[in-house]
């Protein structure tokens, strides 16, 4: 029997139920602090030596060189012409859809001219480097090469490499597939933090990026958060979420099961449902016991579930959205008859899946929005991986003469009165006599 947090607004300590129920310890501890800054240390002095040697050691490989694990573009293109033709068609479609959702995404660069001729705007320019951490082994995800690699190519990237660790030389033939058809231009068989490093810093093989994108275990978190500053990072991502709001007029089975498709992902991640009908939760609690056992993550599943999860009732569906803007979940599932009328008051989440026949697993895969989300609530103030995170933004001044002299008098006084007497004076400079 599962003991899933049952909650009711109408409790006087919900909120604080709530809030003990959200908190998640995203710290790693010190033995992990202080491996993973001695692996910075020694990638950072001994380059590819250091790299090579702690591959070897935590995935247990034998790598005399960089060149070996250094994968070749004719080895991706082996990977993706030896794939089924189904798993091959589902991932070019995959990929296809997500780059057609991410051109809408680009900016250009814009400018406007005032009238005494002073020219303003932006300029947008790409990223050169970005380098891509995906999971390797068996916690090898082929989709999250496609959500990473598309939105920095779309962005105009000139150069993306990928580092995926292959444990006991395990090979994700997916993964290898998925570079190929992204375009990644360098792939190299490390991981952890010794693969994190050599993207922060460089080693005589892996040139240094600007800005390093994608998930990792508590090691490539940790390193990810160490190294931000040397280089840009994505987010320091926790586990994963999902919310539904439902009127109870779903098929319970189809929550359960979404509620599943989170909770199968890791211990930590947090399945919640929120429905004003407690006959509903009753309904969907039953369908989750009945269909657990038949999940082949049903022992990950139960974890989550048990620590984690909740159902809960509240009073109507505005408070539903009130108790969703507070925890600004990551996925979030309007499972309602019309889901649009209430999208102008949900504020914060990382993606919403709009009617009952938009499961979030969609969106993991297929449908074309990125889902690399905000999580631990950090939608409050954090949006969806896109173009938008490869490119910069600098602004453009150009002053004529005019310009300069009037807006060097605002300037000069300003200046003066922050006691800046060079800022000042430079502006005053070009002032017409």
Known sequence: MLDINRLDTSNNEFWSQLEELLAWDNVSDDAVQSTVKQILHDVRRKGDQAVIEYTNKFDRMSAENMSVLSISQARLQQALD????????????????????????????????????TLLGQQVTALDRVGLYVPGGQAAYPSSVLMNAIPAKVAGVKELIMVVPTPDGQVNELVFAAAAITGVDKVF???????????????????????????????????KGMVFGTVGIDMIAGPSEILVICDGKTDPDWIAMDLFSQAEHDEDA??????????????????????????????????????????????????????????????????????????????????????????????????????????????????ALGVYDFQKRSSLIMCSENGASELGKIASVMARGEGLTAHARSAEYRIKK
């Open 82 to 117: 030896g794939l089924p033709d189904v798993q091959r068609a589902a991932l070019e479609e995959s990929a296809a859809r997500v780059r057609r959702y991410h051109d809408k995404q680009k900016m250009e660069s814009w400018s406007y001219t005032e009238q005494d001729g």
């Open 270 to 383: 947090q399945p919640i449902l929120i429905s004003p009908d407690a006959a509903f939760l009753d309904r969907v609690q039953a369908s989750i016991e009945r269909l657990l056992g038949d999940m082949e993550r049903a022992s990950i599943i139960r974890v989550s579930l048990n620590d984690r999860a909740a159902l809960i009732q509240v009073k109507d569906m505005d408070e539903a959205i009130e108790v969703s803007n507070y925890i600004a979940p990551e996925h979030l599932e309007l499972s309602v008859d019309d889901p649009q009328a209430m999208l102008s008051d949900i504020r914060h989440a990382g993606a919403i899946f709009m009617g009952r026949y938009t499961a979030e697993a969609l969106g993991d895969y297929c449908a074309g929005p990125n889902h690399v989300l905000p999580t631990s609530r950090t939608a409050r103030f954090s949006s």
């Open 189 to 223: 068989a490390i991981g952890g933090a010794q693969a994190v490093a050599a993207l922060a810093y460089g080693t005589e093989s892996i040139p240094q990026v600007d800005k390093i994108v994608g998930p990792g275990n508590i090691y490539v978190a940790t390193a």
